[in-house]
């Protein structure tokens, strides 16, 4: 079982320090994402997108949406007929959908205030889902991965994008140094929240990723899993499918 790893020392819950936390962080997320990775974020999302275009999916689910990135960059990409994004962060929200008014999307993206790990749309209902850096916030992982199987239609996909854990010198040695000293002290000074990027690398470090997280997809439900590391280990993308139903 992975270690719980929560954003402050208090005894309020993960699920609601993780809403707490971004909804502080908001205003200066995006900039944050640039500055860190240096824009390879983007490059990480393009990638994760385009496994998705030979199912050509036309309904789609983007949890833990944040300030909806994946999202827009989903419908670039897919030009699906509509995109939902959930997220437990009104202050992430309302950026995402500012960001999508004025990108004139507002049509074909709906951003909603939603609890990932307790989805409220019926069974079978997108043709994919995609998730970019949330799974790791997740109070209860096994939970919020069988919720998107459940409201995944029979043949659909999901991708998941996610930091892991390189293995190889130098950048192993590289990243821990970056993510534990550099990321906290640059967050620290660009952000309301001081514990925000103290949280991030912390996570990452309790996720279970790589195989473990493949075997959670499979234990959920999820069929025809892969995974591959992105940019020697520092992040991965996760896919599985749920089975079509067998005619009789």
Known sequence: ????????????????????????????????????????????????????????????????????????????????????????????????????????????????????????????????????????????LEKGMAGMFRVLKPGGTLVVLEFSHPKKFPIKQFYNFYFKNITPAIGRVFSKDSRAYSYLPESVMAFPDGERFVEILKKTGFSQTSWQPLSFGIASIYTGKKQELQSK
């Not at 954003?7 to 971004?22: D, H, L, R, T």
């Not at 509509?82 to 004139?104: C, F, H, P, Q, Y």
């Open 1 to 140: 079982m992975a270690t719980t790893v929560k954003p402050y020392p208090n005894s309020i819950g993960k699920k609601e320090q993780v809403a707490e936390m971004f909804d502080k962080i908001a205003p200066k997320y995006d900039f944050l994402n640039q500055l860190l990775s240096l824009g390879i974020h983007k490059r990480w999302r393009r990638k994760s997108v385009q496994l998705l275009i030979p199912s050509n999916p036309k309904i789609i689910l983007d949890v833990a949406t944040g300030t909806g990135d994946f999202a827009i960059e989903a419908n670039r990409i897919l030009c699906p007929t509509k995109i939902i994004g959930v997220d437990i962060s009104e202050g992430m929200l309302a950026i995402g959908r500012e960001k999508i008014k004025k990108t004139g999307l507002d049509q074909i993206i709906e951003l909603k205030t939603g609890d990932s790990e307790n989805l409220s749309f019926v069974d079978n209902t997108f043709d994919a889902i995609t998730v970019g850096f949330g799974v790791r916030n997740f109070e209860t």
